[in-house]
């Protein structure tokens, strides 16, 4: 692959990375996609069976918070393991040494784990078709916001991943996937919780996520440009940080 790299112009070089990361993660991919069926199936039919009554609000709730749940799964949780196994391994540091520049193989794993969460996404559309009789509406708007809650999550998740010790990236991301399904108001609304936690919750990615998708996918909402900003900074800032950690020296 070295000799690939070295030959390869610039333009060329993601794709190849693209290629490596699926050899390597074509079993991961699969595992990862039923998961996601799985936890979008939980979530709108489950946590449904647990309410009483369902209203066109709390249905929008379950669907959007699904989706949403389901791309913090692959980006902050699933793909933070993943990295902090090639850590382990040896892998990122083989990374580091290929003659390609840092933030190419940053985009081929986004693109690589962008798609593995595509899964969960539809999968959570046609359950809140089927299950709530929802519409969703498919647009630019909508698909331009999915797309940069994928990739800030998936930064966030690469970040944890380069910087912290295994034993701590297992801690921070199943704190980060419990906080975001029990407590975070994602799958309910914030009115239900004490008003000093929505000024933690309005700047962390999760919960602007969560409303972004609801606003462009189920037209429940405005778009807020703040959440747009919110969830992008994340992205960017945990974007730098996970190229600072390949750029650095061993």
Same mark, same amino acid.
């Given at each position: 692959m070295r000799d690939n790299l070295i030959e390869n112009p610039i333009s060329n070089q993601l794709i190849s990375l693209i290629r490596w990361s699926i050899l390597r993660h074509k079993h991961l991919l699969v595992v990862f996609s039923f998961a996601q069926i799985?936890?979008?199936? &939980?979530?709108?039919?489950?946590? #449904?069976? +647990?309410l009483p009554d369902i209203d066109e609000e709390t249905a929008i709730y379950l669907s959007s918070g699904s989706i949403t749940l389901g791309i913090? &799964?692959?980006?902050?949780?699933?793909?933070?393991?993943?990295?902090?196994t090639a850590k382990q391994e040896g892998i990122i540091y083989y990374?580091?040494?290929?003659?390609?520049?840092? !933030?190419?193989?940053?985009? #081929?794993?986004?693109?690589?784990?962008?798609? #593995?969460?595509?899964?969960?996404?539809?999968?959570?559309? !046609? &359950?809140?078709i089927f299950r709530f009789h929802l519409t969703i509406e498919v647009s630019i708007q909508c698909l331009l916001a999915i797309a940069i809650i994928q990739i800030s999550m998936i930064c966030i998740g690469f970040a944890i991943a380069y910087w912290f010790? &295994?034993?701590?990236?297992? !801690?921070?991301?199943?704190?980060?996937m419990i906080g975001g399904l029990l407590f975070s108001p994602i799958l309910y609304p914030t009115n239900r919780l004490p008003i000093w936690t929505k000024v933690i919750y309005e700047n962390l990615p999760f919960v602007p996520a969560s409303k972004l998708i609801r606003s462009t996918l189920f037209n429940n909402g405005t778009v807020s440009i703040r959440d747009v900003v919110v969830v992008s900074i994340w992205g960017?800032?945990? +974007?730098?940080?996970s190229l600072i950690a390949l750029s650095r020296r061993e």
């Open positions: 799985v936890l979008s199936l &939980a979530i709108v039919y489950g946590l #449904a069976l +647990m913090i &799964a692959v980006g902050c949780v699933l793909s933070g393991q993943i990295i902090n990374q580091k040494t290929l003659p390609v520049y840092r !933030l190419n193989i940053i985009f #081929a794993d986004i693109i690589i784990w962008g798609l #593995a969460s595509l899964p969960g996404i539809f999968m959570s559309c !046609l &359950a809140a010790s &295994a034993n701590i990236v297992a !801690l921070v991301t199943q704190i980060i960017i800032v945990t +974007m730098l940080l």
